[in-house]
Antibody, heavy 120, light 108 residues
Framework: QVQLQESGPGLVKPSETLSLTCAVSGYSISSGYYWGWIRQPPGKGLEWIGSIYHSGSTYYNPSLKSRVTISVDTSKNQFSLKLSSVTAADTAVYYC?????????????WGQGTLVTVSS | EIVLTQSPGTLSLSPGERATLSCRASQSVSSSYLAWYQQKPGQAPRLLIYGASTRATGIPDRFSGSGSGTDFTLTISRLEPEDFAVYYCQHYGSPSITFGQGTRLEIK
């Protein structure tokens, strides 16, 4: 059974960088599939942030591309998200997920999500 | 970027009734790259349907998807108490991923 678990600070100050990690168990990232991040502001809808392959190939939402970096560590079977210059608008639950059908695919396994609040 | 518009915003029905949820795309969705998710409060979304009409593993057959081009529908044939949740459609396929704004299915 594939399981994903997000971790990272729950509170980030404005203008700083948000950093999260997604640990994957039950499946080796190196075996295939793309892996991604999605976020959901409180009470609002879902927004795709970006996708990564075990080779390090990345694809980002154009609206966030200038601030986002996604990386992978196959030795630890995990991947990470960095979002720079955050504002209150970046307050959201951040999910990591496995992606089927390529870098712009569907999300078949999800983490439980972690709330990140941007506030001073 | 394909914009997805879901309707209605909120749907109030009773258990046992049939639910019909709509998702309209701003341009034609190639190869029916349209998926549906269910999200309950405090939980991550759950994949229901992909390829417009293929049920994901473990999804009951009361859930069905249909449509092509720009108009897609999620139908729940007989509502069970656990089906009351928020539903999102998602376009996938190059060059981006977008979600609809969601339809809230509530108990009448």
């Amino acid at each position: 059974q594939v399981q994903l678990q997000e971790s990272g600070p729950g509170l980030v100050k404005p203008s700083e960088t948000l950093s999260l990690t997604c640990a994957v168990s039950g499946y080796s990232i190196s075996s295939g599939y793309y892996w991604g991040w999605i976020r959901q502001p409180p009470g609002k809808g879902l927004e795709w942030i970006g996708s990564i392959y075990h080779s390090g190939s990345t694809y980002y939402n154009p609206s966030l591309k200038s601030r986002v970096t996604i990386s992978v560590d196959t030795s630890k079977n995990q991947f990470s998200l960095k979002l720079s210059s955050v504002t209150a608008a970046d307050t959201a639950v951040y999910y990591c997920a496995r992606i089927r059908f390529g870098e712009f695919g569907i999300f078949d396994y999800w983490g439980q999500g972690t709330l990140v609040t941007v506030s001073s | 970027e394909i914009v997805l518009t879901q309707s209605p915003g909120t749907l109030s029905l009773s258990p046992g009734e049939r639910a019909t949820l709509s998702c309209r795309a701003s341009q034609s969705v190639s190869s029916s790259y349209l998926a549906w998710y269910q999200q309950k409060p405090g939980q991550a979304p759950r994949l229901l349907i992909y390829g417009a009409s293929t049920r994901a593993t473990g999804i009951p057959d009361r859930f069905s998807g249909s449509g092509s081009g720009t108009d897609f529908t999620l139908t729940i044939s007989r509502l069970e108490p656990e089906d009351f949740a928020v539903y999102y459609c998602q376009h996938y396929g190059s060059p981006s991923i977008t979600f609809g704004q969601g339809t809230r299915l509530e108990i009448k």
